[in-house]
């Protein structure tokens, strides 16, 4: 049974910091590529960043993102994480981790429909 579990979500406020977790179980693959998601109320759901896990985790970030957030990865329980500083009002929303197993020039364009697991989500709120 493939869980995707997300915590560390919350209420901050603009210029805070939050890091999100990710625990993944269960799967029955390698999840190569791995990624952070957000959906805002009203707006469909966007890319945040993705890592590429299979060499020397390869990083990539929306513009939106750049430069504030950082993803990571742990190999050995292939948990993953997504450190937010500098957190806008804008950042607003529920954030979901997700799994593939795309090769890397995939997982750099960070499709949504690429994706096979999700979590439920957990809520940021920056005010």
């Known amino acids: 049974h493939v869980q995707l579990v997300e915590s560390g979500g919350g209420s901050v406020q603009a210029g805070g910091s939050l890091t999100l977790s990710c625990v993944v179980t269960?799967?029955?693959?390698?999840?190569?590529?791995m990624g952070w998601f957000r959906q805002a109320p009203g707006k469909e759901r966007e890319a945040v960043a993705t890592i590429y896990t299979a060499a020397d985790d390869e990083k990539y970030y929306t513009n939106s993102a750049k430069g504030r957030f950082t993803i990571s990865h742990h190999l050995a329980d292939n948990s993953m994480y997504l450190h937010m500083n500098n957190l806008k009002p804008e950042d607003t929303a529920m954030y979901y981790c997700a799994t593939s197993t795309s090769a890397p020039n995939i997982c750099a364009t960070m499709q949504i429909p690429t994706f096979l697991d999700w979590g439920q989500g957990t809520q940021v709120t920056v005010s």
């Open positions: 269960g799967l029955t693959y390698r999840p190569y590529c």
